[in-house]
């Protein structure tokens, strides 16, 4: 991958509905390829998306050293995606998957929530991303449907016997891609996600390494019947489709072979995708992986309501936005909240809430605590509450907005 980096009014109404009508949107995780590994290795249909869209550098792990990092781990990076927010939120802290916290919603419950009768699709060799990190038929999901589901392979010994090569993880793989494909172009989901494990076990057993790389090139490969697909969509129905692609995490500093951890190169990865607006954010930030889920909800024109917006820790891809990089501190006796001016337009108003019932599906009770324009980059408001030992803040701007936690040391 290269860096690359009256009737007329009518007319114009209709068209923008139907546009907004035949919307599809697509992500697809690859499993654990570093930014420098994507970077040095030939990729043209990633390449090809990119000149549609862009490639830009991305992390994944949440802040390092404070209250959301995260570990770099598989299923913990897939929820990042998910659910737009961090660990410290999800709560999906390794591949058990223990104990998600489900009040965070996924893109898919947003979705179906607002538009019960569009279509959802999965595609993956873990059975356990559609039943437990999208929680498909728990209470605590509302009981999701999704509408159509192909996964479970791994568990299919019969037509995949294990080997020690895992050469049935990409007979696996292979299937799996095929079949998003061949489904895309004959009932075209609305929203779909595609998983593909291959290059982490080729990572895993050789690290940085011969094996390794030919796997990421047969991850393109893949990954060019999916464009394909999209592209007959786009010119046989005339469909506008957005796809994202990235990765779960990188890899280990020394050789390659584990992760986990919060080295630079488990932390770096890298999404591509055929989006149109791309924002200042991706094309000169650093995005994160939290970052996918809103700008896949914008696109989508999903309505999150105020309560879960709040929660969001990603910030939108494309389209305006108004603001990165908040930070909140306790000094002095007043809480200091500073952040990266994009648009300088308009005012910044700060909330304030020193419980967190949300993270119990209760309801948070905020304050207004100042409003201050944009384009001051700061806020300083004077503690009332000086006992609490918890804070969330939120900071609404008029194109998007940025939370932090505060949480005091006792």
């Known amino acids: 991958m290269k860096y690359l980096i009256a009737g007329l009014l009518i007319v114009s109404i209709t068209g923008h509905c139907f546009s907004q009508q035949n919307r599809k949107a697509i992500f697809v995780i690859v499993d654990g390829i570093s930014a420098d590994v994507i970077e040095k290795l030939n990729t043209p249909a990633l390449d090809a998306i990119a000149r549609e869209g862009g490639y830009t550098r991305a992390y994944v792990g949440g ?34 998957i223990a104990a ?39 209470e605590a999901t509302g009981k999701i449907k999704l509408d159509y589901h192909f996964d479970g ?20 793989d292979e299937a799996v891609v095929n079949h998003a494909a061949d489904y895309i172009r004959k009932e075209s989901p609305d929203l779909s996600w595609v998983y593909l494990e291959y290059t982490d076990d080729m990572g895993h057993m050789y690290g940085d390494s011969p094996q390794f790389y030919k796997a990421v090139e047969i991850m393109d490969t893949q990954i060019s019947r999916l464009w394909s697909a999209i592209q ?48 200042s954010y991706f094309k000169t930030g650093v995005p994160g992986v939290v970052d996918i889920m809103p700008s896949l909800a914008r696109f989508l024109d999903i309505t999150i309501p105020v309560s879960q917006a709040r929660e969001i820790d990603g910030i ?11 930070t909140a501190a306790i000094d002095q006796g007043s809480i200091v909240v500073n952040w990266k001016a994009l ?17 119990q599906g209760g ?19 004077a ?23 505060i949480i005091v040391d006792k």
């Open 383 to 405: 503690l009332t509450d000086k006992k609490s030992p918890f804070y969330k803040i939120v900071i609404e701007f008029p194109d998007n907005l940025l939370n932090r936690w």
């Open 153 to 172: 392979l791994e568990l299919d010994t019969v037509n995949y016997p294990h080997d020690k090569e895992r050469d049935f993880m990409h007979r696996i």
């Open 232 to 279: 007959y969509r786009k010119q046989q129905f005339k469909e506008d489709w957005v796809i994202y692609i990235t990765t779960d995490h990188g890899r280990r500093e020394e050789d390659g072979k584990g992760h986990g951890g919060q080295s630079d190169r488990e932390r770096n990865t890298w999404i591509v995708t055929n989006a149109r607006g791309l924002n």
């Open 343 to 359: 648009n300088k337009k308009g005012n910044a108003k700060i909330w304030i809430s020193s419980t967190n019932n949300f993270k």
């Open 100 to 138: 998600p916290n489900y009040n965070y919603p996924t893109i898919f419950r947003l979705f179906k929530d607002q538009y019960p009768a569009k279509k959802t699709a999965v595609f993956s060799s873990w059975e356990d991303n559609r039943t437990k990190l999208v929680g498909e038929g728990l």
């Open 363 to 381: 309801k948070d009770d905020y304050i207004l605590a100042a409003t201050v324009p944009v384009s001051d980059q700061k806020a300083t408001i």
């Open 63 to 96: 802040e390092k050293g404070g209250y959301s990092q995260t570990p770099t781990i598989s299923a913990v990076g897939y929820n990042s995606l998910l659910t737009g927010t961090w660990v410290n939120k999800h709560n999906v802290w390794g591949n058990d």
């Open 316 to 326: 939108p891809l494309t389209g305006k936005i108004s603001a990165t990089n908040a």
